[in-house]
């Protein structure tokens, strides 16, 4: 499956812009301010119906206008076209179309590629709450095994149903008899959810170590998985009646896989903590390349990766590196000031910035 059109009509500061894209790497070249990563944007949005840049989408909405709009188009291996495209308005909302006609997240997915994005503020994966490694690790899972991807949505569920009433019990209300079902169905969507992730892991830990070594990270790094709650659902539930009454006083769920960490650590310190912004922006370029590569050696997809302004914080050598993993398969987007800092392997497809607009009749 492979992107091969991205329009922004309009998309921030993007009028009305169409840019084709290549099965490999499409280099977009131009200076500060021109809308380089507004495009990016653009293609996060139509592929995802979300921005990785803001939790607001209304923000995509140029100054002064009301709508804001995304369409991507997607091939697949039969040669079959489909248009992914994402809106959102001031007056009517959000929408997110797939040829047309409104789509569950699942059917979305299934029909565009799996989509990372590396750009200078999203260090916040590796420096942020755990909460946002668990939610990137629960979407790389979906990615992985499509037939998983509801294992996070459905654990959330039987939390949020197990903390109301641990919550009625700490004001004194209900019935702590009642907790039985949910500890056994939080333990039912827990144990498949930490075991997931655990195979994930198993699958990402050695090529993030090669990735972080070669991307900055001369001592080595690592990516863990340590689950509080592991086993069957049987040993997660007893694991739940033991906790039950601290759980009851505090109101919440105080143990289980919604309070995991995915650790990423370099000589045995934690990233988040201790490493510079150097070995923070390393880890987290490790951490996507990692999971393109076991993506594209699953062979169900063909991920796409974004590169927002990565080059200009590397140095000569490391640029080389990071395109020959990129020239190994699957689609790159990457943005840069200068062609003078791409390496030759990203010069085959450049797009210059800014395109040419698209005439208003062109684009419907
Ligand atoms: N909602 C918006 N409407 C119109 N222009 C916007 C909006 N948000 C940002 N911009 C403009 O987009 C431009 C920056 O685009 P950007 O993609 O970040 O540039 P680049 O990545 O090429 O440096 C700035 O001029 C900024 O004012
Ligand atoms: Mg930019």
Do not use: C
Request: proline share 6%; no cysteine.
């Amino acid at each position: 499956m492979l992107v091969t059109a991205i329009e922004a009509r309009p998309v921030r500061s993007l009028e009305r812009v169409r840019v084709e894209l290549e099965p490999g790497i499409v280099s977009v070249v131009g200076p500060n301010g021109v809308g380089k990563t507004n495009l990016v944007e653009a293609l996060y949005f139509a592929l995802t119906g979300r921005s990785f840049r803001t939790s607001d989408r209304r923000d995509l909405i140029p100054f002064g206008a009301s709508l804001a709009r995304a369409e991507a188009t997607i091939r697949d291996e039969d040669g079959l076209e489909r248009r992914l495209l994402a809106s959102v308005s001031r007056t009517d909302g959000r929408r997110h179309l797939l040829d047309g006609s409104a789509a569950d997240p699942a059917t979305l997915a299934r029909n565009r590629p799996p989509v990372a994005v590396f750009a200078p503020d999203r260090l916040s994966l590796v420096k942020g709450p755990p909460a946002e490694r668990r939610a990137h690790l629960d979407g790389f899972v979906s990615a992985r095994w499509p037939s998983r991807s509801e294992l996070r949505k459905h654990f959330g569920q039987a939390l949020a149903q197990r903390n109301a009433l641990l919550a009625r019990l700490a004001r004194g209300y209900g019935n702590p008899a009642d907790l039985g079902i949910w500890d056994a169905g939080l333990a039912e969507s827990a144990a498949p959810l930490v075991a997931a992730r655990e195979e994930a892991i198993a699958e990402l830990a050695a090529p993030f170590a090669e990735a972080a070594a070669e991307l900055g990270l001369e001592g080595g790094a690592t990516l863990t998985y340590a689950p509080r709650a592991a086993g069957s659902a049987e040993e997660i539930r007893a694991g739940l009646e033991e906790r039950r009454e601290a759980d009851i006083r505090l109101g919440r769920s105080s143990w289980g896989p919604h309070l995991d960490e995915l650790k990423l650590e370099t000589g045995g310190r934690s990233l988040r903590r201790y490493g510079s912004q150097g070995q923070q922006r390393a880890a987290l370029l490790a951490l996507l390349f990692a999971e393109r590569e076991v993506l594209l050696a699953a062979r169900l997809v063909t991920p796409l990766l974004l590169l927002d302004d990565v080059m200009s914080e590397l140095d000569p050598g490391r640029r080389e590196r990071l395109v020959g993993r990129l020239a190994g398969g699957g689609q790159a987007l990457i943005t840069a000031a200068d062609e003078e800092s791409l390496p030759g392997p990203a010069l085959a497809a450049v797009v210059r910035m800014p395109p040419p607009q698209l005439a208003s009749a062109a684009a419907a």
